[in-house]
């Protein structure tokens, strides 16, 4: 936007400066021309009261010699006709036939003064054509023709032309430098705060105000309506954390007290169906108990204003697989790692270790007991098809939980992630829905990615996307 501003302040300027520079110059040209103009016409005149007594007297000796040295001496042509169009001196030779020369001649045979010549610019190379009428008691005799190049006048007109452009380049320069750039700076400052600022609230950051008190007025004003839209949605948003936070806290010990209660309740019950009935219900509220407890880390999560910090993806890897091989061997489902040593990545912190365990957990209920692998690489920003999670010079850290069980399909992979969604192949197999949900937004507000994707050939492949760490300052 400050390219588009400056190009039409440029354009603006440059139009502003023509517009007063052309009639300058235009000025300047018509003076030198006149001047040139006024030049030949007193030589015309002399030349003709010269004429005028050798064509009476018949004797041309002097008028030859003087014609012959303003030739020699302006590198012109001159040339005397009679009445007759017949040319009587001519030290150099005239074609009277050419069209600028045959229109002066007929003007001055008929007693009209010669025509001032139009603009002369420095690439317009025609030469000056005069024509003065040669008089004697008010008699034409014949004319006087002078044909004289135009270099000199030309020359000081590029000398105007240059020095008009200069000095129109300078002061183009100097009110794009000192003026057009300070203003557009000073215009753009609050926008590209408020650009800043609405991508900061895009990425959840409510808090996030602006200044009141740069720009223009109706950009002041807009600041103000922003920071209240801001306050508005972050205290909207905080009152609806703190209902989920309470409510699921609140409901949690009432669903305490019913399960103990169900629990109570089998010393009581001796008919083989009512005790499964009993045991269905226990299930059940610990299932409902399950998406309290879910609902309550998300609520304190998206309530989180921690900062993310480097963290040793190698390390939290290894540890969190470990902590999962035991379970991956009771079910007889292999669980293969390729993590290269030294690999950080930022993130809040244990965001990475509740996502890896909400994958290896899915991978293992839901990947057909089929072998799982967690697998890290890092790339430049340039090999990651998006930008998301891009740390220090866009590279990027990926974590990839990969199984070749059924996976989802297209449809199902749009929806994965939302809030209580589970496919509906999976409605039998336990879970509550919050997992990736909330998995997802602990890895966005470290500002990082979760893509699911489906594996080759076939399966689902959960990769965490984090920005990299910087590498350790070891300067003294």
Not at 32 to 56: C, H, K, M, N, P
Not at 303 to 314: C, G, L, N, Q
């Amino acid at each position: 936007m400050r390219r588009r501003l400056l190009v039409i302040v440029f354009a603006l300027v440059t139009g502003l400066i023509l517009a007063l520079s052309v009639p300058l110059v235009r000025a300047t040209a018509e003076h030198t021309v006149q001047t040139s103009f006024i030049g030949r016409v007193q030589d015309g005149a002399w030349f003709a009261d010269l004429a005028a007594t050798a064509l009476e007297s018949g004797r041309t000796d002097r008028l030859e010699a003087a014609a012959d040295r303003y030739a020699a001496l302006y590198d012109s042509r001159v040339a005397v006709v009679d009445a007759s169009r017949e040319i009587v001196v001519a030290p150099r030779p005239l074609d009277l036939e050419e069209p600028p020369v045959q229109a002066a001649l007929l003007r001055a045979l008929a007693d009209r003064p010669a025509r001032q010549p139009g603009l002369m610019w420095p690439w317009d190379e025609r030469p000056f054509v005069l024509a003065e009428p040669v008089k004697r008691d008010g008699h034409v005799l014949g004319a006087v023709l002078i044909v004289s190049p135009t270099d000199q006048a030309r020359s000081e007109v590029a000398d105007h032309l240059a020095l008009v452009a200069l000095g129109s380049l300078a002061a183009l320069a100097a009110v794009v430098i000192a003026v057009a750039a300070p203003v557009v700076r000073w215009v753009l400052r609050p926008v590209h705060e408020l650009d800043r600022a609405t991508h900061e609230v895009a990425l959840g950051r409510l808090r996030t105000q602006v200044s009141e008190r740069t720009g223009a007025p109706e950009l002041r004003r807009l600041a103000n309506s922003f920071n209240v839209m801001a306050d508005s949605m972050h205290a909207s948003q905080q009152q609806q954390r703190a209902f989920v936070a309470q409510a699921s806290h609140e409901l949690r010990n009432p669903l305490t007290a019913l399960r103990l209660r169900v629990e109570n309740l089998e010393d009581y019950v001796n008919d083989p169906q009512g005790l499964h009935e009993l045991h269905a219900a226990a299930e059940e509220a610990d299932r409902f108990g399950e998406i309290l407890d879910g609902l309550l880390r998300m609520a304190r999560a998206e309530a989180s204003e921690a900062k993310r910090v480097p963290v040793d993806v190698t390390a939290v890897v290894a540890h969190r697989v470990d902590a999962w091989r035991a379970a991956y061997e009771a079910e007889d489902v292999p669980l293969a790692t390729r993590v290269p040593p030294g690999v950080s990545a930022l993130s809040l912190p244990d965001s990475l270790d509740h996502a890896l365990d909400t994958l290896l957990d899915n991978a293992l209920k839901f990947g057909d007991g089929t072998p799982v692998s967690v697998s890290v690489a890092q790339t430049s920003g340039g090999d990651s098809d998006n930008g998301a999670g891009a740390g220090q010079d866009g590279a990027v850290v990926e974590v990839t939980v990969r199984d070749g069980g059924t996976g989802l399909t297209a449809e199902e992979l749009a929806l994965a992630g939302g809030r209580f969604w589970r496919s509906a192949r999976h409605q039998n197999v336990r879970g509550t829905g919050l997992g990736l949900a909330l998995t997802r937004l602990m890895i966005g507000a470290g500002g990082g990615e979760l893509h699911l994707a489906a594996a080759e050939p076939h399966g689902l492949a959960a990769t965490i996307r984090l920005p990299a760490a910087p590498p350790p300052d070891t300067t003294a």
